[in-house]
């Protein structure tokens, strides 16, 4: 049958078995309309009942280098690509949800008909624990006040942020991000201690922590220790006709700005 036309006769039809040859010339043309394809990924968290938004797809030629199009998954956690020409492509995850890791994997899509391909992709979450200390201890220390920015907020906009309770604090699920450099910083210090130093720290495609060169945390897998040293103040009483003489005796107090000692 013509495309958009009459159907063909016996006469029109050039049998393979040699059998109802036409008996006059007939001009004609045949259209072969291009097969297209579909592909729909769906993006889940480990429990395959977490459907992932704002995961970012790319569909690249056979060669993995030239991009044919990108889709992001919605609510659902599906991206679609439609229209694709037979063929081979590659697949990648190019930008991972928030507080997810990158999922590194590169699947092969062969389009070979109109058909719709399905792919799953899944991410595994973010872990970052914040450990607080004393320098030379072991124990978690309670009351310092924390909070995580994002390096170059000027709001400076807490990501997540806690009051240390003597167990280890695991940072708010969905805070960090892949590829983004944050900082940790102590707002109010442990009574009787002192305040530790600001901490930056890279989240790294895997999800694994990468400190500044300055930071003085220390990291053990997921956890960052980080330590306050205790305020101490030593108090000399000397003669001041012959000094380096300490004088006994002497009865000494320590206010505050208050005047409560």
Known sequence: RQENGPELTNDQILWIDGNNLPTATTNGTITN????????????????????????????????????????????????????KVGIYYLKET?????????????KVVVTDESIIEVTYKDTPIVLNISKKAIGGEAELQGAVFKIYEKGDVTKTAVDSWTS???????????????????????????????????????NQDGSITLAPSATAEKSGQTLIVRDRKIALKISKQDAAVPGVELPNAILGIYDKNGID
Do not use: C, W
């Open 33 to 84: 309309a291009p097969l297209k394809g579909s592909l729909k990924v769906t993006k889940t968290g480990i429990n395959a009942s977490i459907l992932l938004k704002d995961a970012q797809f790319t569909l690249y030629k056979e060669d993995k280098v030239t991009p044919v199009a990108q889709a992001v998954t919605d609510a659902n956690g599906v991206a679609q690509f439609n229209d694709l």
């Open 95 to 107: 930008k991972a949800p928030k507080g997810y890791t990158l999922n590194t994997t590169e699947t």
């Open 165 to 203: 309770n003597g167990a280890v604090h695991r940072v708010m699920n969905g805070a960090l991000e892949v590829g983004k450099t944050y900082v940790l910083t102590e707002m109010t210090a442990p009574s009787g201690y002192g305040y530790m130093a600001d901490q930056e720290f890279t989240v």
